[in-house]
């Protein structure tokens, strides 16, 4: 049985799609099947992993609103073990189109639930709002990671998506658990993001990953080439970094189970 992970933060700007993109292609890297669903309307998912977002025939749009199966929306991409649903600006619209819609907050779940355990991993990137498409993801996931960008603002609004996932558990889905933390855009010759990284692993009460990410020019650089990092530039911290991610995510695939 494969394991859903939501990778969410409603403040924008903190490697987010960054760490979905990177974090995906290095599980695959590493043997496992890889899934991965762009619910950001802006589409940046699916374009850093080298898909025309605008020439797809379907997208996630058009399978939460049962327009298309979720096969005739699947795309394999050019890196071994990795597929994605893509995404577009259409997806902004969702929202609205949803609101008559039964049993709205399990759209996403209900589409995928034929075909999540064909893969050990599905990765959701959620758009940077509290929205019923980020509900959506969280009621598909087991486990929500958080990116938090290394910088004074840090925790801000972070108790809110705490408050938000804490409330799907206790309405919508029991068994979501909270993956844990990871740190973004590091830099390691500055106190601040030393400090950061300090105060949020005395103070926040869940799990936070060991492997930090580093701010790297490669990594801002690649998705414009439409590469994971560890396509792009395969020897870079960036890439190193998130190959250790997903050495730590998939060591901790039991996660769920133990809560």
């Known amino acids: 049985m494969g394991r859903t992970i939501a990778i969410a933060n409603q403040k924008g700007g903190v490697g987010k799609t960054t760490t979905a993109i990177n974090l995906s292609s290095c599980l695959a890297e590493q043997g496992m099947k890889v899934l991965v669903i762009d619910m950001d309307p802006q589409g940046n ?65 209900d589409s995928l639930d034929y075909i999540k355990d064909d893969y050990d991993f599905v990765i959701i990137d959620c758009p940077p709002s509290l929205n019923m498409l980020t509900i959506n993801a969280m009621t598909t996931a087991n486990t929500v990671l958080v990116p938090i960008q290394c910088e004074y603002y840090a925790l801000e609004g972070l108790s809110q998506l705490i408050y938000t996932i804490r409330l799907v558990q206790e309405r919508l889905n ?4 909270i993956e844990g933390v ?50 792009y530039d395969s020897k870079s911290s960036g890439a190193e970094s998130y190959r250790s991610l997903a050495s730590e995510v998939i060591a901790n695939k039991d996660f769920a189970k133990q809560e």
Request: charged share 25%; hydrophobic share 35%.
């Open 45 to 109: 998912t699916s374009s850093g992993l080298g898909l025309d977002k605008d020439e797809q025939d379907n997208s996630v749009y058009e399978l939460i609103l049962n327009q298309c199966t979720t096969t005739e929306c699947l795309v394999e991409t050019d890196i071994r073990n990795l597929s994605v649903i893509p995404s577009n600006v259409n997806l902004a619209g969702a929202e609205v189109e949803l609101l008559d819609v039964d049993n709205k907050e399990y759209v996403l779940r």
């Open 174 to 177: 029991p068994s979501l658990v």
């Open 182 to 231: 990871v740190f973004t855009m590091y830099d390691g010759r500055t106190n601040l993001s030393q400090q950061v990284v300090e105060s949020v692993r005395t103070n926040l009460n869940t799990r936070i990953y060991e492997t930090v990410i580093p701010r790297n020019v490669k990594l801002a650089e690649a998705p414009s080439h439409g590469k994971p990092i560890n396509l």
